[in-house]
Each structure stands twice: as structure tokens, then as C-alpha cells.
């Protein structure tokens, strides 16, 4: 019997890869066009994560004795919040697993160039990764389709709109894919006799299983959780449905392979755990629950990133959402689609088991997503909904519900596929055409829009001059300073200090950390001047008298508490009060800037 080659056997995937990188490049074709200096965002989280990029490539050129030798640590850092205690990477989606990896591509191009590079790459990835799981019950075609609905679905191109950890989806359909790998070895070892212990794919299997957790680790700790999550619910869809497919033996097999991944993935995951309960770790739950809630008309109400929706969700809110989280929408068809699939092949067909565990899987996965309360239209159905269940267990309580819609999305794509299959096999059937017919109007209705980039603002000081008038180390305050706010450019002064190859340390930041007043905060505290300034960057206020009192008090306070420099750029976008009231403001309070050139104007406090 002819076996074919590796070469053959790759060749397809290369093709079908190939597809998925021009797909992506027609949905980010915006960024592509401009890696350098653009993103696609509706908030400023880009900022966040060009920060952690830039950061972490910094570290490892200090590591290896080309870097500037300022840096603190990876997980745990100072660069930022300078003067609050710095900030807890292991707390924050710092991208640290990404931020190594592409380390050479930031060191050469940049920070901006690195996080658009992943934006491009992470629906490839994730198509290919769920084309592996599918490929275990799908022929070839249907699997690689139903895997590009996945890919680029409305849950990974809304969160590729700020929140890259967030679409990073390998992890969850690999964890699926060496679930059923595991049972299956269990399987074919009792049929051949074989000792599992000494079997050598069972550790293969299991280190492999445990490096993806222990990865996963280093990028997002939420969607990690929240695999854990769909694969207890997997897990009970199999003990229901698959009992007959699977004996003592796979479940045997399963949990001595998953006993090996979860000592690799812990054993990876041992820097990130301490680093975890050390200084500057938010104090309470991260996001108040009830808010980040699936409604159960957003399936079929599409989102920003569907061609057909008008670029918002028309469901009232509790409180306003970052579009980036507005991902459950799949479309009528599907859902039509997909429901008819399961009456029609869940009964007595050669795929009735995969159908049924998909459809359980994706039921109770949708369940938890909903949150608690359940909502209809914006309004409460249910008060409590079992989410509730999870918000009552510490660290799992810190998951968003609305990010749970992925895992459900998967189960949905996997019967779409086992329909599509069927439909492919029997089209001289009427009912396979009609099948046929509503996928494709499926995947229409679902396809998405190309994205929309914006400029990203970065002043010509931080990629010439800056070491020319900033000595490496010193301590910068900027304006305008990071802002927790949903909204571009709010949080562009990070940026700029990851363009500098930080070469200074900020003592502004947007991050997730606590303080000796909350348990919780999302950003670094207000300085003297700060608190100063604060009535005329939120109520409209004049700015206060340069020459008075508690100005000259304010400005002495930065210097006793080690501030070397204020930087203004006063042409960066959201920069509060009227054109050049800062530039005005600083001239007086501190006197005239050392360097006002290339967008920026450099005040020196050390003197």
C-alpha cells in the first residue's frame, strides 16, 4: 500500500497556510501597509502591549550584554509606576512568551512593527491549530474551512482590535486535540497489549501537552483559566456520549498524560507564580462581575468586526464595552445550520458521537459565557446564571464571561464541519444542496470586514535626539501621561518609551496593580502636580496658577522624590486644555525647556 511522503503530506497545509496569510492580510491590510506606524483599535490597549513587547525585548538584549543594563526584570519591572512600587508583569498580559520570540524582529524594526506582526499572524495560527483538532474526525476540505471559521471569526478579529493575548486561540483546540489524542493512545495500547508507562508517545504526548500549557502561561493566564474551563465541560460531554468509544484503558492514559503536562506546564510556570504573589498584585477581583456578560441575542446581532454590522452593537449595556469584547456574534445561518445538523446527524449516523459531544460541549461552555445575571436585549432574564459558580472560586472569579464565547465557537464550527462533510459526501441529496446552500450563506453573513487602522502618534525626539538629552536611567514624568481610557492614543506615552529602548523609567502607567488605598487600580497614582492639573484634564477647569504656591510646591515634591525630567509633547493627540496652555503652564512653573524640538519639549528637574 502506497504511504505517502512527508513532503505530500505537507503540501496541502502549506497551501492551506498560505490562504489563511492572504485572508489575514486582506482583514489587517491597513497595518500591513504600515507595520511600523499604525494599529487597529478602537481603545489604546496596543499601547499596553507595545510597552510589554519593547519591554521584554529589552531584557533579553540586557541578558545577553548588548542592552543598555537599566532594565529591572521581565515579570517584575519599575520602568513604569516608578515612584508607586512599579508594576507586576505576572498580573498583567505582558506578552512574555511573544515578547522573547519575536525579540530579533523588535530590536531591528520596533515594538509597533512586533505587535502588528502578531495581529497578522494570530488568525493563521489559530486556523491551523483547530485544522489539527478537526483533522482527528473531518476529511481534509471541510476541516480546513470550518478551522478558517474559527480563525477568523467575530471573537478573534474583534479582540485582535487591542487584545492580542486574548486571540491567541492555539491553546485551546490543541488542549482539545491531546485530550482525544491521550484517550486514543489508551485505546490502542490495550489492544496491543503495550504498557503505558513504557510507552514512548505517552510522554511525548504529555510533554508536548504541557509545553503548550506552560506557554500559554506567558501570554495569557485568563484564556489558560478559561480552557480549563471548556475542558471540564468537554470532559463531561465525553463521559456522556463517548462512554462507549473510550474504556478504563483511555481514561487511564488521559490522566497519566495530563499528570505528565501538568508537572511541565507547573514547572514552566514557577517564575510567573512567584512573581504572582509579590509586590504590587491587584488585592481583589480585577473586573466587577455582572458587566462583561454575553447577551443572548449578541449571536445573531452582528458585532464590529462582521462586514454586515454598522460598527457597533445595537444592545444596551450595563456600562459602555470595548468593541474588542464583542465577539459571540456567528449569524442566523450557522445557528440555523447548526441546529439542524444535530437533529439531522446526531441520531443514528456514522457521526453522532462527535456531533453530540460537540453540541454538549458548545452548550455548556455558552452557558457560562452568558455570566450572571442572563441577559435578553440588555435586560435581566435570569438574576443568577452558573457563571455564578465560577465567580465564587478565587483566580477563576477574575475571568470575563464574554471571553469564554471562543470555546463555543469551536464546538459550533465542528459541527458546521461535520455538516459540511455530510453535505459534500450525499449532494445529489436535495437536502444536502439546501445544507450546502445556507453553510455558504453562513459563511457570508459571518465573513469580516477589512479593519480600519490608526495612526500611531510617536514624536521624532524618541527615535533620534532623546539620547542626546536624556542620560540612560533617569526618571521621566510625560505629558501626556498614560490614561486607563478605552479610547486611541490615550496611553501613547508608552509607546514612546518602548521606542526609546527605554532608556528611561516613567513614572506614569497604565497597568493592573493595587495601592495602599484600593485593592485594585488601573493605573499609576496621581502625582502632586497631578492632583494639581486634574480638575482641568476632567471638569474643563483653567489651569492653575504657575507661579503660585502649590505649583512651586508640587514641582519641588518631583525633585524630592527623584523625577529628573518632565517631558511635554504638546502636539500628541488628547493632550488636555487649549493649545499650548501646558507649554505656557511648564515654561512658568519650571522655566524654559532644555530641548523643544522633534514634537517634544524637555524640562529639567535635577538642577
Sequence with gaps: MYAPTTRERLRPWLWYALLLCVGSLTVFGSVAADPGGSVVASNDDTSLFIWWLGHGAHVLADALGFGTGETDGLLYTESMNALGGGVNGAWNTSLAGFAILLAPVTWVAGPIVSYNLLVLAFPVLGSLATAVLFRRFLDRLPAFLAAAGVGFSSYVIAQLGGHPNLAYIVTPPLTAWAIVALLDLGRTTAAHGRCLLRDRRLWALGGGFGLLLGFQFYVSTEVLAGTFLAALCFLASLVV????????????????????AGCIAMLCAIPLLVTMSGPNAPQGAIRPHGVWNTDLLDPILPAAPAWLSSGVSPLPRIMEIDPAELGAYIGVPALVASVLIVAGLGRRSVSAVPVRIAAATGFLVFLLALGSPILLGGRVLVETGPFALVEAVPVLNNILPMRLVFHSTIALFSVLGIGLQWALSHRKLRRARALLILLVLAA???????????????????????????????????????????????DEAMVWQSVSGFRYRETGGYFIGSSPESPVTYSAPEDALDELLHGSVFDGEPMPGADSPEVASAIAELRETGVDFIVLAPEAPLLPGGDGDYAEFLDAAVGDPIFAEEGVRVYRLDQ
Design 241 to 260: 456520549f463517548g462512554r462507549r468509544l473510550y474504556r478504563a484503558r483511555s481514561w487511564g492514559a488521559l490522566g497519566l498524560g495530563s499528570a505528565v
Design 444 to 490: 457570508v453573513a459571518i465573513l469580516p470586514a477589512p479593519q480600519t487602522a490608526h495612526e500611531v502618534t510617536v514624536p521624532d525626539f524618541y527615535e533620534h535626539s532623546i539620547a542626546e538629552v536624556i542620560p540612560a536611567g533617569s526618571v521621566v514624568k510625560t505629558f501626556p501621561r498614560p490614561l486607563a481610557w478605552a479610547e486611541p492614543h490615550a
